[in-house]
C-alpha cells in the first residue's frame, strides 16, 4: 500500500491505492481545508507535493485550475489528486491559522424575568437536591447544589461558534467563547455541507467534528470558571435551520432539494445524551420559521422584540444565506435568499476568513487615497467580507467601477489618478489592487454582485408582500456578527440597500445568541415564540415569478 | 441604383444590430419598422440583423463586458424588433442549425444561468426547448424524445442536486433515445471530470461554450 507522509503534521499513513490526498487525511484525522467538500470548485485544499516520483499519483480535472507556476513547484488540489505511490505531502496546519478569527459575541437585547426551564430544589429533610424540568422531577445530587445551576447558550454560525456560559440562578453571562465551526473546514457553506451530510460517512465526520468541539467547549469553560461540567442542566441551540439539524446529528438531506423542507421544526427538547453536562440535562430548539429561516432568528426576532415594535422594522442577518423578517405593528414576515458565500470570502481570489491579515476596512479620502486597515496590523493577505463590500462600495463611489459593475479602465475613468495607478493588468485581464499583494478582479465584483442582488431582491420581495414602500421602513437591524462589522454607507452605495434606508441603519450584533440566552432563562418565552412563528408570513422566493425580475434589477449598482 | 437600395439595407441592418447591442430598445423597435415600412421583408434582412446584435451582445458577455442585466436588455431589444417582424415573416421560418432541450434538474429551483444559456443559444441559431427547473428525468426524456433533440443540456446549481444529472442520463439509455442526443452538463459545482463520471458528453462552464460545443456536435454527428 502507497504511503502517504503529511510533513507539516509529522504524520505518516497507510492508503489503498487510487483515494484521494483529501479522503486520505481526513480518514487519518487531519484537516486540509476543503470548503467545497472536494467537488473541485473551490481550489482551497491545494497542497504541494515534494520529490513525487512519476505514476504515484494522478490528477483528475477539476473546475478549478490551478496558476501554472503553482502546479510547476508540486502543487496540486488534495480533492482531485488520487495516490499511487509514496508521497510527502506539505498542506497547512490550519490548527495555527484560524486561532486569530474575529467573531463578536454580544447582541442586542431585551428585559426579562429568570424562570428557567429547568429548577433546583434542596430537600432538606433527605439532604438532597432535586432536578426538575418543566415541573418535574428528572433528578437527585447529594447535599444542597442549589447554588451550582448552569445553561449554556450556543450560536451555531455555518463559520463560527459562540457559546456563553450562564448561572441560572441569577441570569449573569460568566463567559463566553468564540470558536471556528469545524464543520466549515469540511465544507464550507450550508449547501455543500448538506450534500456531504447526506452520506452516512459524512454526517458521522460533521456530527464528531461540532460534537467534539463542543465538549472541548464546554470542558474549557468550567475550566476557566471553576465549575463543574455535571451543573450544567441545559443546553440552547441557536443556528440556522441546517446547522440545528447537523448539531443534532440529523441528516439534512431534505433541506437541499426543492421543495426544501425541514426534518427538524424546532420548538422541543432533545436529551443531551452526547454532551458532557448533567447527566439529567437536555437541549432546547428554538422554533423555526422556515426551512432556511432557522432558530437563530427566531432568537433574533426574540432579542429584537420586533413583533412589539410600533412603526415597521427589517431585520436582516447577511451571510451566506440572507435570513430577513419585516414587522410591521405586529404583523411579521420573513424570507431567506441565497447570497452564496462570497461574503465569506469563497470564490473571491483573494478571498479569506476575518484573521489576521484580512484587510477589513477600505476607505477613499477626499484626496483619492485610500485609507485601509488589516485584522493583527500585519502585511495584508486578503480581504474578509467587511473588507470586500467596503472595497466594492467605495469604488463604486469614486467611479473605478461602473453601474454595471465594470471595472473602469483608467483612461475612460475620471476617478483620481492615485486609484488609476492600482488599475493593473493579470493575466491579460484587469485588476484593482487594494493593498501591495491583494487585488480584486472583474469576477470577484460580479460575485459580490450577484450576492448583493440576491439581498437586495429579498428586501423588495419582502416590502411588497407587506406592501411596504422602501421610504416608509423606520428602521433596519443588521444582526449577525458579520454585519456587526460592515458600514451603513458600504451597503447603500453598492444598492445592497435602497438609498430611503440611508440613516436608519442599526447594527444589533449576535441576537441569536442573545436571544438564546432569553430561551434558556424563561421558559415562557419558548411557548410564546412556538406560537408566533406559526403568524410569521412565510415569503418563499424561487417560486415567485416576479423573483427574477427584481433579482436582475437589483444586480447593478 | 441597385447598389444603393443594397447600401441602405446593410445600413439599415448595422443600425438594428448596433441597437441590439447598445441595449437600445426603442431605437431597435423603430429601426424595425422602418424595415418593415420600406417593404424589406427579405428573411435575409429580418433574421440576420437580430441574430448579429445578439450574437454581439453574447460574446461581450463572454468577454466580461457585459453582466445578467446588460446581456438581457440586449434580449429585449432583440424580442421587440422580432415582433414587429413576425407578421412578415411567416413561413419563412430560417431553417435552424439544430434542436436542443435543455431544464435545470429535478431539486433545482434555480434558473437564470439556465436561462442565460438558452438565450446565448437561441441566438446563435438553434431551436431551443426550455422545460423549465425541477425537471423529472422522466419529463427531459419525454422532450427528447418528442422533440427528436440533437442535444439536452442540463443545468444544476446546487450540489445537493447535481447527482439527478445521472439519472437523466440512464434513463435516456433505458428509453433508448441516449445514442441519437448527445448531453451537455454545467452549472456551478459541475467538474470536466464530473461530466465524464456520470457518462456525459460534454461539459460546458459558459453559455459560448454551449455554443461551441453545439457547433462541433452538429458537425460530426448532424445530419
Given at each position: 500500500?502507497p504511503?502517504?507522509f503529511?510533513?507539516?503534521?509529522?504524520?505518516r499513513v497507510?492508503v489503498?491505492?487510487?483515494?484521494?490526498?483529501?479522503?486520505?487525511?481526513?480518514?487519518a484525522?487531519i484537516?486540509?481545508?476543503?470548503?467545497?467538500?472536494?467537488?473541485g470548485?473551490c481550489?482551497k485544499?491545494?497542497?504541494?507535493?515534494?520529490d513525487?516520483?512519476?505514476g504515484?499519483?494522478?490528477?483528475?480535472?477539476?473546475?478549478?485550475?490551478l496558476?501554472a507556476?503553482?502546479?510547476?513547484q508540486g502543487?496540486v488540489l488534495a480533492?482531485?489528486?488520487?495516490?499511487?505511490?509514496?508521497?510527502?505531502?506539505?498542506?497547512?496546519?490550519?490548527?495555527?491559522?484560524?486561532?486569530?478569527?474575529?467573531?463578536l459575541?454580544?447582541?442586542?437585547?431585551?428585559?426579562?424575568?429568570i424562570?428557567p426551564?429547568?429548577?433546583?430544589?434542596?430537600?432538606?429533610p433527605?439532604?438532597?437536591?432535586?432536578?426538575?424540568?418543566?415541573?418535574k422531577?428528572?433528578?437527585e445530587?447529594?447535599?444542597?447544589?442549589?447554588?451550582q445551576?448552569?445553561g449554556?447558550?450556543?450560536?451555531?454560525?455555518?463559520?463560527?461558534?459562540?457559546?456563553?456560559?450562564?448561572?441560572m440562578?441569577?441570569?449573569?453571562?460568566?463567559d463566553?467563547?468564540?470558536?471556528l465551526?469545524?464543520?466549515?473546514?469540511?465544507?464550507?457553506?450550508?449547501?455543500?455541507?448538506i450534500?456531504?451530510a447526506?452520506?452516512?460517512?459524512?454526517?458521522?465526520?460533521?456530527?464528531?467534528?461540532?460534537?467534539?468541539?463542543?465538549?472541548h467547549t464546554?470542558?474549557?469553560?468550567?475550566?476557566?470558571?471553576?465549575?463543574?461540567?455535571r451543573y450544567?442542566?441545559?443546553?440552547?441551540?441557536?443556528?440556522?435551520?441546517?446547522m440545528?439539524?447537523l448539531?443534532?446529528?440529523?441528516?439534512?438531506?431534505?433541506?437541499?432539494q426543492f421543495?426544501y423542507?425541514?426534518?427538524?421544526r424546532?420548538?422541543?427538547?432533545?436529551?443531551?445524551?452526547?454532551?458532557?453536562?448533567?447527566?439529567?440535562?437536555?437541549?432546547?430548539?428554538p422554533?423555526?420559521?422556515?426551512?432556511?429561516?432557522g432558530?437563530?432568528?427566531t432568537?433574533?426576532?426574540?432579542?429584537?422584540?420586533?413583533?412589539?415594535?410600533?412603526?415597521?422594522?427589517?431585520?436582516?442577518d447577511?451571510?451566506?444565506?440572507?435570513?430577513?423578517?419585516?414587522?410591521q405593528?405586529?404583523?411579521?414576515?420573513?424570507?431567506?435568499?441565497a447570497?452564496?458565500?462570497?461574503f465569506?470570502?469563497?470564490?473571491?481570489?483573494?478571498?479569506?476568513?476575518?484573521?489576521?491579515?484580512?484587510?477589513?476596512?477600505?476607505?477613499?479620502?477626499?484626496?483619492?487615497?485610500?485609507?485601509?486597515?488589516?485584522?493583527g496590523?500585519?502585511?495584508a493577505s486578503?480581504?474578509?467580507?467587511?473588507?470586500?463590500?467596503?472595497i466594492?462600495?467605495?469604488?463604486?463611489?469614486?467611479?473605478?467601477?461602473?453601474k454595471?459593475?465594470?471595472l473602469?479602465?483608467?483612461?475612460?475613468?475620471?476617478?483620481?489618478?492615485?486609484?488609476?495607478?492600482q488599475m493593473?493588468?493579470?493575466?491579460?485581464?484587469?485588476?484593482?489592487?487594494?493593498?501591495?499583494?491583494?487585488?480584486?478582479?472583474q469576477?470577484d465584483?460580479?460575485?459580490?454582485q450577484?450576492?448583493?442582488?440576491?439581498?437586495?431582491?429579498?428586501?423588495?420581495?419582502?416590502?411588497?408582500?407587506?406592501?411596504?414602500?422602501?421610504?416608509?421602513?423606520?428602521?433596519?437591524e443588521i444582526?449577525?456578527?458579520?454585519?456587526?462589522h460592515?458600514?451603513?454607507?458600504?451597503?447603500?452605495?453598492?444598492?445592497?440597500?435602497?438609498?430611503a434606508?440611508?440613516g436608519?441603519?442599526?447594527?444589533?450584533?449576535?441576537t441569536s445568541?442573545?436571544?438564546?440566552?432569553?430561551?434558556?432563562?424563561?421558559?415562557?418565552?419558548?411557548?410564546y415564540?412556538?406560537?408566533?412563528?406559526?403568524?410569521i408570513?412565510d415569503?418563499?422566493?424561487?417560486?415567485?415569478?416576479?423573483f427574477?425580475?427584481?433579482?436582475?434589477k437589483?444586480?447593478?449598482? | 441604383?441597385?447598389?444603393?437600395?443594397?447600401?441602405?439595407?446593410?445600413?439599415?441592418?448595422?443600425?438594428l444590430?448596433?441597437?441590439?447591442?447598445?441595449m437600445?430598445v426603442?431605437t431597435?423597435?423603430?429601426?424595425?419598422?422602418?424595415?418593415?415600412?420600406?417593404?424589406?421583408?427579405?428573411?435575409?434582412?429580418?433574421?440576420?440583423?437580430?441574430?448579429?446584435?445578439?450574437?454581439?451582445?453574447?460574446?461581450?458577455?463572454?468577454?466580461?463586458?457585459y453582466?445578467?442585466?446588460?446581456?438581457?436588455?440586449?434580449?429585449?431589444?432583440?424580442?421587440?424588433?422580432?415582433?414587429?417582424f413576425?407578421?412578415?415573416?411567416?413561413?419563412?421560418?430560417?431553417?435552424?442549425?439544430?434542436?436542443?432541450?435543455?431544464?435545470?434538474?429535478a431539486?433545482?429551483?434555480h434558473?437564470?444561468?439556465?436561462?442565460?444559456?438558452?438565450l446565448?443559444?437561441?441566438?446563435?441559431?438553434?431551436?431551443?426547448?426550455?422545460?423549465?427547473?425541477?425537471?423529472?428525468?422522466?419529463?427531459?426524456?419525454?422532450?427528447?424524445?418528442?422533440?427528436?433533440?440533437d442535444?439536452?443540456?442540463?443545468a444544476s446549481l446546487?450540489?445537493?442536486?447535481?447527482?439527478?444529472?445521472?439519472?437523466?442520463?440512464?434513463?435516456?439509455?433505458?428509453?433508448?433515445?441516449?445514442?441519437s442526443?448527445?448531453?451537455?452538463?454545467?452549472g456551478?459545482?459541475?467538474?470536466?471530470s464530473?461530466?465524464?463520471?456520470?457518462?456525459?458528453?460534454?461539459?460546458s462552464?459558459?453559455?459560448?461554450?454551449?455554443?461551441?460545443?453545439?457547433?462541433?456536435?452538429?458537425?460530426?454527428?448532424?445530419?
Amino acid at each position: 500500500m502507497p504511503e502517504l507522509f503529511f510533513q507539516e503534521q509529522d504524520q505518516r499513513v497507510s492508503v489503498e491505492a487510487g483515494v484521494t490526498i483529501l479522503q486520505a487525511a481526513r480518514d487519518a484525522g487531519i484537516i486540509i481545508e476543503s470548503p467545497c467538500d472536494g467537488v473541485g470548485t473551490c481550489g482551497k485544499c491545494q497542497v504541494q507535493l515534494k520529490d513525487a516520483a512519476p505514476g504515484s499519483w494522478k490528477c483528475e480535472e477539476a473546475h478549478y485550475q490551478l496558476p501554472a507556476e503553482l502546479q510547476e513547484q508540486g502543487y496540486v488540489l488534495a480533492c482531485h489528486t488520487k495516490v499511487y505511490g509514496d508521497l510527502i505531502v506539505v498542506a497547512p496546519n490550519t490548527a495555527k491559522q484560524n486561532k486569530t478569527l474575529k467573531i463578536l459575541s454580544e447582541g442586542e437585547s431585551f428585559q426579562y424575568e429568570i424562570k428557567p426551564w429547568f429548577q433546583k430544589v434542596y430537600a432538606a429533610p433527605k439532604g438532597k437536591t432535586f432536578v426538575l424540568a418543566g415541573g418535574k422531577k428528572v433528578g437527585e445530587e447529594e447535599g444542597d447544589t442549589t447554588k451550582q445551576f448552569y445553561g449554556l447558550a450556543i450560536d451555531i454560525g455555518t463559520t463560527t461558534l459562540v457559546t456563553a456560559l450562564i448561572d441560572m440562578n441569577t441570569g449573569e453571562e460568566i463567559d463566553s467563547l468564540s470558536a471556528l465551526n469545524p464543520q466549515s473546514l469540511h465544507a464550507q457553506d450550508v449547501i455543500t455541507r448538506i450534500h456531504m451530510a447526506s452520506k452516512p460517512e459524512g454526517l458521522v465526520l460533521l456530527y464528531g467534528a461540532i460534537r467534539d468541539e463542543f465538549n472541548h467547549t464546554i470542558q474549557e469553560l468550567c475550566k476557566r470558571n471553576s465549575i463543574e461540567s455535571r451543573y450544567i442542566y441545559e443546553v440552547i441551540y441557536s443556528g440556522n435551520t441546517t446547522m440545528i439539524h447537523l448539531a443534532c446529528n440529523v441528516n439534512p438531506e431534505p433541506l437541499g432539494q426543492f421543495p426544501y423542507t425541514a426534518v427538524i421544526r424546532g420548538g422541543n427538547t432533545v436529551p443531551a445524551d452526547d454532551l458532557e453536562i448533567s447527566p439529567y440535562g437536555d437541549i432546547y430548539l428554538p422554533p423555526i420559521i422556515s426551512a432556511y429561516v432557522g432558530p437563530d432568528i427566531t432568537s433574533g426576532v426574540l432579542a429584537a422584540q420586533l413583533e412589539k415594535k410600533k412603526g415597521t422594522t427589517l431585520f436582516i442577518d447577511i451571510g451566506t444565506n440572507g435570513e430577513m423578517i419585516l414587522a410591521q405593528d405586529g404583523k411579521l414576515a420573513g424570507t431567506s435568499t441565497a447570497a452564496g458565500p462570497a461574503f465569506e470570502g469563497m470564490n473571491i481570489t483573494c478571498g479569506m476568513r476575518a484573521g489576521n491579515g484580512a484587510l477589513e476596512l477600505y476607505q477613499i479620502q477626499p484626496d483619492g487615497t485610500p485609507k485601509t486597515h488589516v485584522i493583527g496590523d500585519v502585511k495584508a493577505s486578503g480581504i474578509c467580507g467587511s473588507g470586500l463590500l467596503d472595497i466594492i462600495g467605495e469604488l463604486v463611489r469614486v467611479g473605478v467601477i461602473g453601474k454595471s459593475g465594470r471595472l473602469v479602465k483608467p483612461d475612460k475613468g475620471k476617478y483620481p489618478d492615485v486609484l488609476k495607478a492600482q488599475m493593473k493588468e493579470k493575466d491579460g485581464k484587469p485588476v484593482f489592487y487594494v493593498a501591495e499583494e491583494v487585488y480584486i478582479t472583474q469576477s470577484d465584483i460580479r460575485q459580490v454582485q450577484l450576492a448583493k442582488g440576491a439581498i437586495r431582491a429579498g428586501v423588495e420581495m419582502l416590502m411588497s408582500a407587506l406592501g411596504v414602500e422602501a421610504e416608509h421602513v423606520d428602521c433596519v437591524e443588521i444582526a449577525g456578527s458579520f454585519g456587526y462589522h460592515l458600514r451603513e454607507s458600504s451597503l447603500i452605495d453598492q444598492g445592497m440597500l435602497p438609498e430611503a434606508f440611508r440613516g436608519k441603519v442599526k447594527f444589533v450584533g449576535n441576537t441569536s445568541k442573545s436571544g438564546a440566552k432569553a430561551f434558556l432563562l424563561n421558559q415562557e418565552v419558548r411557548t410564546y415564540m412556538e406560537n408566533l412563528v406559526d403568524e410569521i408570513k412565510d415569503v418563499e422566493l424561487s417560486q415567485d415569478p416576479k423573483f427574477q425580475d427584481v433579482f436582475v434589477k437589483a444586480l447593478t449598482f | 441604383m441597385a447598389d444603393a437600395v443594397a447600401e441602405a439595407k446593410e445600413e439599415i441592418r448595422r443600425r438594428l444590430a448596433d441597437a441590439i447591442r447598445d441595449m437600445e430598445v426603442e431605437t431597435a423597435a423603430d429601426t424595425a419598422r422602418v424595415i418593415t415600412t420600406a417593404g424589406w421583408f427579405e428573411m435575409e434582412l429580418l433574421e440576420t440583423a437580430v441574430a448579429a446584435g445578439m450574437s454581439e451582445a453574447s460574446r461581450l458577455y463572454e468577454e466580461g463586458e457585459y453582466f445578467i442585466p446588460e446581456l438581457l436588455s440586449c434580449a429585449d431589444a432583440a424580442e421587440e424588433a422580432t415582433k414587429i417582424f413576425r407578421p412578415y415573416m411567416m413561413g419563412q421560418r430560417p431553417e435552424p442549425k439544430g434542436c436542443v432541450v435543455i431544464g435545470s434538474v429535478a431539486g433545482d429551483t434555480h434558473d437564470i444561468g439556465k436561462n442565460i444559456v438558452a438565450l446565448v443559444v437561441e441566438a446563435a441559431g438553434y431551436d431551443v426547448f426550455d422545460i423549465g427547473r425541477d425537471v423529472s428525468a422522466e419529463r427531459f426524456v419525454d422532450a427528447v424524445i418528442e422533440k427528436q433533440a440533437d442535444a439536452l443540456a442540463l443545468a444544476s446549481l446546487m450540489t445537493t442536486s447535481m447527482n439527478h444529472m445521472a439519472d437523466v442520463i440512464q434513463l435516456m439509455e433505458r428509453r433508448g433515445c441516449r445514442q441519437s442526443c448527445r448531453v451537455i452538463v454545467g452549472g456551478k459545482p459541475i467538474s470536466p471530470s464530473f461530466a465524464q463520471k456520470i457518462g456525459a458528453d460534454y461539459y460546458s462552464a459558459s453559455a459560448g461554450d454551449t455554443v461551441r460545443i453545439l457547433d462541433e456536435i452538429m458537425k460530426t454527428h448532424g445530419n
